[in-house]
T-cell receptor
Framework: NAGVTQTPKFRVLKTGQSMTLLCAQDMNHEYMYWYRQDPGMGLRLIHYSVGEGTTAKGEVPDGYNVSRLKKQNFLLGLESAAPSQTSVYFC??????????????FGPGTRLTVL | KNQVEQSPQSLIILEGKNCTLQ??????????LRWYKQDTGRGPVSLTI?????NTKSNGRYTATLDADTKQSSLHITASQLSDSASYIC?????????FGAGTRLTVKP
């Protein structure tokens, strides 16, 4: 099993450009998440999904959109990139969302730079 | 606001030495607390999880402790190895809301 995969691994954008980050998981997990990780800060939740066709806002959703058309895929979109969105983005998935079995499995990350 | 604070921010130790990382949290009521290890350039990987009824749990050379009264957890690494060099992240859970600490960056030198 590949676990959680993310594409691309690196990307450089100019301010105002758009892009989509793709996350895929092969563990049949219901829950999927998008985080951003900035130096000196903990992982912050952008959006999450509790199942196919559903999405919800996390802690820092502004400037991002998501879609979960298929259970195994979770897309993160930036419609008009800004330098403040320079970060490392992680996707994660889990079998459940709470309780002692809520282990999240993370992808390898996408390093995004917005010039 | 629920917060998870970790200390120290960074730590350098010699190979073979022990170390302890701290996590203080204010998530309440407490559900569970998990420690993750994040190697450079990789995503976090779970090391251990503790519920409020547990006060210690081991995973090889890693031992996590929890004091629910003082809302403190620690991660003790025994006989450190070069491969332990990583960031260690504490995550607190409260009613399906999770809060990540900023992590402790551990460097193990030969």
């Amino acid at each position: 099993n590949a676990g959680v995969t993310q594409t691309p691994k690196f990307r450089v954008l100019k301010t105002g450009q758009s892009m989509t980050l793709l996350c895929a998981q092969d563990m049949n997990h219901e829950y999927m998440y998008w985080y951003r990780q900035d130096p000196g800060m903990g992982l912050r939740l952008i959006h999450y999904s509790v199942g196919e066709g559903t999405t919800a806002k996390g802690e820092v959703p502004d400037g991002y959109n998501v879609s979960r058309l298929k259970k195994q895929n979770f897309l993160l979109g930036l419609e008009s990139a800004a330098p403040s969105q320079t970060s490392v983005y992680f996707c994660a998935s889990s079998y459940v969302v709470g309780g002692p079995y809520n282990e999240q499995f993370f992808g390898p990350g996408t390093r995004l730079t917005v010039l | 606001k629920n917060q998870v604070e970790q200390s120290p921010q960074s730590l350098i130790i010699l190979e073979g030495k022990n170390c302890t990382l701290q996590c203080n949290y204010t998530v309440s009521p407490f559900s569970n607390l998990r420690w993750y290890k994040q190697d450079t350039g990789r995503g976090p990987v779970s090391l251990t999880i503790m519920t409020f009824s547990e006060n210690t749990k081991s995973n090889g050379r890693y031992t996590a402790t929890l004091d629910a009264d003082t809302k403190q957890s620690s991660l003790h690494i025994t006989a450190s190895q070069l491969s332990d060099s990583a960031s260690y992240i504490c995550v607190g859970w409260h009613n399906n809301d999770m809060r990540f600490g900023a992590g402790t960056r551990l460097t193990v030198k030969p």
